[in-house]
């Protein structure tokens, strides 16, 4: 178990994220931690303790503290103290969330926790993809700003649900990464156009909405390929 005291440089009205790697951990990746600095004098920062539970993968074990607050402050990143290891000696490495399939993860408002598990299909941008149920039946977009993660592999993923100006729901990677490992590539699904998106699924911001005149099965997280009959040209070969 790792313990150490966190808080934000003084005078900084914000919340500042702190990231917790230890690299050969069974089965974390990584963990963050938040502290609002919002009001806190020099005289009193408001220490608060945290603490984490990993097994290690081998005898020894690199402990390493990150954050990117400070890269567009300077001197504006959280502040820690006080880190003490200890060995609680053998055991069962700490249970993984129960996951919970994409659609179900839409269903949550805003800044709920919410735990989902996928094989990734799409990475969009450097800070961004996409997974999706095993079985094909939903998919949701990931957002994070700290590891870049590939397609064909499987992971169960923590973080905060929230909507993003497009309406489109995601998961702000705000916990901690499980089971990164290699899986079989999925396919994209085959359907016609005017399937594409569908119908909203739940109610909305506690659900996902779905397109314009949208109907049927809630779609938009899927890898997809849109098939259909070309009726229209515009000279292009």
Known sequence: RVDFKLAGQPSFDQVNTLTLEIPGT????????????????PTDMGWVQKSYVY????????????SWDAYYVYFSGPVIDDVVVTDLGPGEPPPVPAPLACGEAKKHGDGELVTVAGVITLVPTASDF??????RSGGIRVRTSRYSLTPEHSVTVTGLMETMPSGERRIYLKGSIYEY????????????????GGGPIGTPPQGQPGVAGGTGINNIGLLVRPTGLVSNSDGWD
Do not use: C, R, W
């Open 26 to 41: 069974v089965p974390l990746l990584h963990a963050d931690f938040m502290f609002d600095s919002t009001g806190k004098p």
């Open 181 to 196: 490992a290699a899986a079989t590539a999925l396919l994209p699904l085959e359907m016609t156009n005017k399937a594409i």
């Open 55 to 66: 097994q290690a993968g081998s005898n020894t074990s690199t402990i390493m503290f990150s």
């Open 130 to 135: 996409y997974i999706e149920d095993a079985n």
